[in-house]
């Protein structure tokens, strides 16, 4: 059954995208979608930026065991600790099209996505018709650099989650309202691809320690599922949730990432209404696996 509404107030608000959060350091980082910026905030709203990278849409932020920070987007970018940027590992031949998310497992296996296709020039088209064949694909990054597919035949991935074991992976299918999951092996391949939830619109996602997970739906709502699909808790937004991040000191603070979505053809406009917002909420069942 569903159970009331969450209370939610503002961290940060007037800014031209927000996606992708990650609790690191006793802060909150996230990519500043329009801008180069990687911003940080503490839970007072004090906010700075980290780090700049590239400008744009679709990039998500990790970081390897040593603490150096890695970006996504046209290549799977690190910072290192002097300031200058190097290519990590090239993924073109897996795709040559934007990296958007990537997850970092308890074994320091990075697995990223892509969407597979140009999103400026035909996201427009595949929304109007989805009969087009998916082309998302999963990589895996293992720590000796060695990068391969792992999946593939994905209706525009986004958002994933590893469970605490690393046996489990889950991603958000955006095109079909689905969650699928997908298990681990030990050396990091993907196998038994199954619909671990659908119903919902499924972005950036978090998984809590319950074994539920968070995300978005159409109705500008964030909500707490569960495998199968019920809904275990919901909250109701003014805008589109786009992201969340289970973070602070017991990993028991909700952080949304919410912004007023106009349409797939209109991020130009998203980004100059600066209608981006940050939003928390108090949860009772804490934050769990990766990231």
Not at 207 to 219: K, M, S
């Amino acid at each position: 059954m569903t159970r009331a509404t969450l209370e939610t107030h503002v961290l940060l608000d007037g800014l031209a995208m927000v996606e992708s959060p990650r609790w690191h350091d006793g802060r909150l980082w996230f990519p500043h979608w329009g801008t180069p910026d990687i911003i940080s905030v503490d839970l007072d709203g004090n906010a700075r930026v980290m780090a700049r990278d590239r400008s744009g849409l679709g990039h998500s932020i990790g970081w390897l065991s040593d603490g150096r920070l890695l970006v996504t987007g046209e290549r799977l970018s690190r910072h290192e600790p002097d300031g200058s940027v190097a290519v990590h590992v090239d993924l073109a031949r897996i795709s040559k099209h934007l990296w958007s998310e990537m997850t970092i497992d308890g074994r320091g296996n990075i697995y990223v996505n892509s969407i597979g296709f140009d999103f400026s020039a035909e996201m427009a088209d595949r929304v109007r018709d989805p009969s087009k064949p998916p082309a998302g694909v999963i990589a895996l990054v293992t720590p000796d650099g060695t990068a391969r597919k792992v999946a593939d035949g994905i209706a525009f991935p986004n958002g994933m989650v590893i469970t605490p074991d690393n046996r489990t992976l889950i991603v958000s299918e955006s095109f079909t309202g689905k969650l699928l999951a997908f298990d681990v092996a030990d050396d990091g391949t993907l196998s038994r691809r199954r619909v671990w939830a659908e119903g919902v619109a499924p972005d950036g996602i978090c998984l809590d320690a319950d074994g539920a997970i968070w995300t978005g739906t159409r109705n500008n709502e964030c909500v707490r599922v569960a495998e199968g699909g019920e809904i275990l808790d919901r909250i109701q937004l003014d805008r589109s949730c786009f992201a969340t991040m289970l973070g602070g000191p017991e990993r028991r603070t909700l952080f949304m990432m919410a912004n007023q979505f106009l349409g797939v053809d209109r991020f130009d406009e998203m980004l100059a209404k600066r209608s981006g917002q940050v939003l928390v909420a108090q949860v009772r069942t804490p934050g769990a696996g990766w990231p």
